[in-house]
């Protein structure tokens, strides 16, 4: 394919590929650790208000990778159509990528 041959495609996608590697490494050695019940929401308001199993923490970043793998099969088919909104796909993976990495680690570090 052309588009591997390109660098700013290929570095978006292997900076948000990393970040989901380092999110699902955190899940994967954190879980273990965890109690049977873990918070995953709290409000500074109302206080905890979700609670849920650790398998739950899978299931987040399974989203967040399946939008990944939807905004790089967009990107992708974007590309030499309209390559800016291509980009922005391929940027928002590494912002999808990024939030989930945040949020996979602030309930871990919560629990």
Do not use: C, E
Not at 29 to 49: A, C
């Amino acid at each position: 394919m052309l588009i591997l041959k390109q660098k700013l495609p290929l570095v978006l996608t292997a900076i948000s590929a990393g970040l989901f590697l380092i999110s699902g490494f955190v899940v994967f050695f954190n879980l273990g650790g965890l109690p049977s019940t873990i918070i995953l929401h709290f409000d500074s308001f109302r206080g905890v208000d979700v609670f849920g199993a650790p398998s739950d923490l899978s299931w987040i970043w399974l989203t967040g990778f399946v939008a990944f793998i939807v905004n790089t099969f967009l990107a992708y088919q974007f590309f030499y159509r309209q390559r800016f909104i291509s980009i922005i796909f391929f940027s928002f993976n590494i912002l999808i990528a990024f939030i989930i990495l945040i949020a996979l680690a602030t309930i871990i570090s919560v629990n």
